[in-house]
C-alpha cells in the first residue's frame, strides 16, 4: 500500500518551461511534508518543505502548492533549467521518526 | 558540503555471503537512518535510531541488523544475501523526530 503517490513517473521540458510535478497522500495525520532532489550517484538532498498548516511555499524558482482537504500537492519549477534534470521525491512525515517517500518524478530538461 | 558519510562505494558479493555498511554523521544529529533504494528509485524506510535506541523497525527480513555504537554511527549488517538484496542502501540523520532528512551517497550493493 503506497501511502505517497506521485504523478508523472517521468517528465520532459523544454528549458524556460514551468514543471509541475504532483503527488498525493492518504494519512491525514502527515503534517509535513519535504521534497527531495536526487542526481545519480548521489543521495536524497531536501530542496524545499511545507507543513500542513500553510497552502504555499516558495523558495526562489521552486514552490510548493498544498491543498490539505484534497491531501495534494504539487511542486512547480518556474525557468526550468538544464541542471534542474534530476529525479524528485515527495515525501511525508508525521513528527516522528518516519518518513515515507513517494516513486519519485524524473524530469528532463532539455535546452 | 559531505556530512553523512557511508562506506564503501559499491559491493559485489555472492548468494549467501555476509556484507557490512558503514555509516558516520558529522552534523551532530541524534537520529539515523537506513532506506533502501531498489532499481526503480523506490526509497523504503528499513530502520531508525534515536541516541542509539532502535525507534522504527519496518518488516525486513531477519537477515538484516543495524548496529549503534553511537549518536555518530550506524552501520547495517546482512547475515547472508540474496538477490533480492541488491539495491542501493542510504544512510540517513536527523535532528531528534523532526523529518528533515541528509542523506549520504549510498552504498550500491550487488549480489551475483
Known amino acids: 500500500q503506497q501511502q505517497v503517490r506521485q504523478s508523472p513517473q517521468s517528465l520532459t521540458v523544454w528549458e524556460g518551461e514551468t514543471a509541475i510535478l504532483n503527488c498525493s497522500y492518504e494519512d491525514s495525520t502527515f503534517n509535513y511534508f519535504p521534497w527531495y532532489q536526487q542526481f545519480p550517484g548521489e543521495g536524497p538532498a531536501l530542496l524545499i518543505s511545507?507543513?500542513?498548516?500553510?497552502d504555499k511555499k516558495e523558495d526562489g524558482r521552486f514552490t510548493i502548492f498544498f491543498n490539505k482537504r484534497e491531501k495534494k500537492l504539487s511542486l512547480h519549477i518556474t525557468d526550468s533549467q538544464p541542471g534542474d534534470s534530476a529525479t524528485y521525491f515527495c515525501?511525508?512525515?508525521?513528527?516522528?521518526?518516519?518518513?515515507?517517500f513517494g516513486s519519485g518524478t524524473r524530469l528532463l530538461v532539455s535546452p | 558540503e559531505t556530512a553523512v558519510f557511508q562506506t564503501p562505494n559499491y559491493h559485489v558479493t555472492q548468494v549467501g555471503n555476509e556484507v557490512s555498511f558503514n555509516c558516520k554523521q558529522t552534523?551532530?544529529?541524534?537520529?539515523m537512518y537506513w532506506y533502501k533504494q531498489d532499481s526503480k528509485k523506490l526509497l523504503k524506510i528499513m530502520f531508525s535510531y534515536n541516541n542509539k535506541q532502535l525507534i522504527v523497525n519496518e518488516t525486513v527480513p531477519r537477515r538484516f541488523s543495524p548496529q549503534s555504537s553511537d549518536k555518530a554511527h550506524l552501520n547495517l549488517r546482512i547475515k547472508s544475501v540474496e538477490p533480492e538484496d541488491s539495491a542501493v542502501y542510504l544512510c540517513a540523520s536527523g535532528r531528534g523526530s523532526q523529518n528533515t532528512l541528509y542523506f549520504g551517497a549510498g552504498t550500491r550493493l550487488s549480489v551475483l
Open positions: 515525501a511525508a512525515g508525521t513528527g516522528g521518526y518516519k518518513v515515507v
Open positions: 511545507i507543513r500542513s498548516v500553510s
Open positions: 552534523l551532530g544529529h541524534d537520529t
